[in-house]
């Protein structure tokens, strides 16, 4: 049965598939979440470096309020950037930080090749 990260509840999980589509410049995967850990590391080997890794935070309650424009408005969010990196870079904030990543339900996340355009 297709599982997701702890915390997330969905109606009719054995309705899910694992499946892709193909964009023209991009590929949106639905990945049972037990196997996505190692999709990510592997996708990331295949990228040449350097690689861009990009962390994306909700802003405090607080400062959402006070950017906040109207109700309709999205949610606000920081966006962390760690340019120039080697695959062992990225691996090492995998091998640290992917159980919070992956489980958290507020963060994202993206790992991006700059010679190669492709991203995770």
């Known amino acids: ?7 997330v509840k969905i109606p009719f ?3 899910i598939k694992e499946e892709f589509q193909l964009f ?3 590929i949106l995967f639905n990945i049972s979440f037990e196997k ?3 999709f990510i590391g592997k996708f990331v080997e295949k990228l040449s470096e350097p690689l861009f890794f990009v962390l994306e935070i909700p802003v405090s309650r607080q400062e959402d309020l ?3 424009k109207n109700a309709t408005c999205p949610f ?4 962390c950037y760690l340019d120039g990196q080697s695959k062992e870079q990225i691996r090492a904030i995998q091998n640290t ?3 919070l990543l992956l489980n958290d339900g507020m963060s994202q996340f993206a790992i ?4 190669t355009n492709f991203f995770t």
């Open 97 to 99: 930080y992917s159980e």
């Open 76 to 79: 606000h969010k920081k966006v």
């Open 66 to 68: 006070e950017l906040r």
């Open 13 to 15: 999980p054995e309705k």
């Open 1 to 7: 049965m297709f599982q997701t990260a702890s915390g």
């Open 24 to 26: 023209d410049t991009s």
């Open 36 to 38: 996505l850990e190692s």
């Open 112 to 115: 991006y090749s700059h010679a």
